[in-house]
């Protein structure tokens, strides 16, 4: 298992970046903004649970 994890890791993929590609895929369904979020990973994931209805924020 850790070495599965080695590898994710190696190449640049993380959980946060993969959440952050799937909401932002499913929001906006652009490739361009899919790719930014994902660079921004984790940070995007927060900022979108706090500023959406229902979410963290309210």
Do not use: N
Request: proline share 2%.
């Amino acid at each position: 298992m850790s070495e599965v994890r080695g590898h994710a890791t190696s190449a640049g993929i993380g959980l946060g970046s993969a959440i952050a590609v799937a909401v932002s895929w499913s929001l906006h369904k652009s490739l361009l903004w899919a790719v930014v979020h994902g660079l921004l990973g984790w940070i995007y994931v927060i900022y979108y649970a706090l500023t959406r209805p229902g979410g963290i924020g309210g």
